[in-house]
Each structure stands twice: as structure tokens, then as C-alpha cells.
């Protein structure tokens, strides 16, 4: 990356050891960033995202105040999407897989070396761009249509038709969402609110912030480890929505 583009990003970072904090102070200016705020609170942190707009996130996992890390970027995701780098001295298993639910594009793990840090923002910003220039093609060749209780979808000059009653779960990766059935999966350039809004609201309920799911056709439910399993796939049931999911099959 040159010096001129690090110059124009704004850089949010959450770390609560005054000692790293202004360790990665240094280092941003150091590597050119010269946007940025390092804040040591989840409420901190959302209150500059809404304001400032940022374009990547650092976030470390155990931070000051009610909520961690990872919980601060399930909000942030939800809210507009953005790169995020988990910088932690957490190496257990339990912990990583967590952080990888959000879908970050590196987990760094303390002490790191400011050349690790730079090459971690410089591929989670071209991985950004690679995924935007991808959705801005995909968006000229792919489109939904909702006829009763079928779904269109167009790709290139042909129309796909998936009945409604067909459909699995529909999950949401960087580039657009997959709408599965037992037979196929098919990619889909609309959000997953979109998607939501098209079908019956009474089959399907969302489980995680990337995930919707047909009611009827869930197979198994392990409460202990929130987790649900649907034609032989696991998808994880998210904290925010977990007591909707359970009001909806009447478990509360």
C-alpha cells in the first residue's frame, strides 16, 4: 500500500492495555496511518463507528466493560460491514473459532511485529476491494425475482426457479448470500435483509446475523452449544437471536 492511500484511511482500533495501546499508536504513525483513535471500551468504539465512518477495525478480545471483543464486532458487522483484525493474546481453540464466526480477515496474537500488523491491513483492505469490485460484477448478471411461491433468479440470460417450500437456509458470506436447497446452491447478489422481506415470514426466522433459516426444515437443535443442524450442516445460533428462535418453536 502507499504512504498516499494509508493516509487517506481512517484506522479504529479497541484495546484496553495501555501498554499495546500505545504501542499501536506509534506503530499506525509509524506505518503511515495518520487517521486513526484507539479507544479501550465496546461503547466507545460503536459510538466512533457511527460517527467516523472507519475502514478497518482492530479489535482486541478482552477489552473493558460489559462486552468483549467479538461481541463489539457482531454489532459493528451488523450494522455496515467492514474488514476487522482481532489483535489478542488469546491462542485457545475455543476462543479462536468464536472469533472466526465474525468472519475477520486476520487474527493476530500478541506480541506481534508492526511488519504483521501492517500486512494483516493491507490484505484485509485488498480483500475488501477484491469482494466489492466482485458484487459490482455479479450485481450486472444476477437478480431475484418472487412469483407466488417461487423464487427467479436470473444469472447471465437465464432464469433458475427454486419453490420457496425447497429452500434450507440461506447464509451470508463476504461477496453475497447462498440460497440452499437439498439439491443445489445458488448465489445470490441481494442482502439478506432483501431476501427476508421476499419471503413467508411465518417458515423462516434468522438465527445469526448471516444466517436465515426454513423452520420445518431443521433436523436437530443443541441448545447447549447453540448450534442447529439442517441437512447434514451445522449453523450457529447467534446470542442476539437466540431467545426469538426459541420463542418461535415455543422452547422458552
Given amino acids: 500500500m502507499k504512504e498516499s492511500d494509508a493516509s487517506n484511511l481512517y484506522v479504529l482500533a479497541v484495546e484496553d492495555d495501555p501498554i499495546y495501546s500505545a504501542s499501536l499508536e506509534l506503530t499506525l504513525e509509524d506505518l503511515g496511518y495518520n487517521h486513526y483513535d484507539v479507544?479501550?471500551?465496546?461503547?466507545?468504539?460503536l459510538k466512533l463507528f457511527k460517527e467516523r465512518q472507519p475502514d478497518i477495525l482492530l479489535a482486541d478480545i478482552d477489552i473493558n466493560g460489559p462486552m468483549n471483543g467479538i461481541e463489539i464486532v457482531e454489532i459493528i458487522s451488523a450494522?455496515?460491514?467492514?474488514?476487522?483484525?482481532?489483535?489478542t493474546a488469546f491462542t485457545d481453540t475455543i476462543t479462536f473459532n468464536t472469533a472466526k464466526q465474525t468472519r475477520p480477515s486476520a487474527y493476530i496474537v500478541k506480541p506481534y511485529h508492526a511488519t504483521n500488523?501492517?500486512?494483516?491491513?493491507?490484505?484485509?483492505?485488498?480483500q475488501r476491494q477484491n469482494e466489492e469490485e466482485q458484487k459490482a460484477a455479479i450485481g450486472k448478471q444476477n437478480d431475484v425475482f418472487l412469483i407466488s411461491d417461487v423464487l427467479f433468479i436470473k444469472y447471465n440470460s437465464k432464469l433458475y426457479k427454486i419453490c420457496i417450500a425447497d429452500i434450507l437456509y440461506i447464509e451470508v458470506d463476504e461477496k453475497y448470500c447462498y440460497v440452499t436447497t437439498a439439491a443445489k446452491r445458488f448465489a445470490v447478489n441481494k442482502?439478506?435483509?432483501n431476501l427476508m422481506d421476499q419471503l413467508p415470514v411465518n417458515n423462516f426466522i434468522q438465527i445469526h446475523r448471516s444466517c436465515l433459516i426454513k423452520i420445518d426444515a431443521i433436523d436437530e437443535v443443541?441448545?447447549?452449544?447453540?448450534?442447529l443442524k439442517i441437512n447434514g450442516k451445522e449453523l450457529p445460533i447467534g446470542k442476539t437471536y437466540k431467545d426469538a428462535f426459541l420463542a418461535k418453536l415455543?422452547?422458552?
Fill in 117 to 126: 500488523l501492517q500486512a494483516a491491513i493491507e490484505l484485509a483492505l485488498q
Fill in 39 to 45: 479507544v479501550d471500551t465496546a461503547a466507545a468504539a
Fill in 79 to 87: 450494522i455496515r460491514k467492514i474488514p476487522v483484525v482481532y489483535i
Fill in 250 to 252: 415455543n422452547l422458552l
Fill in 191 to 193: 442482502r439478506l435483509k
Fill in 222 to 227: 443443541n441448545l447447549e452449544d447453540s448450534i
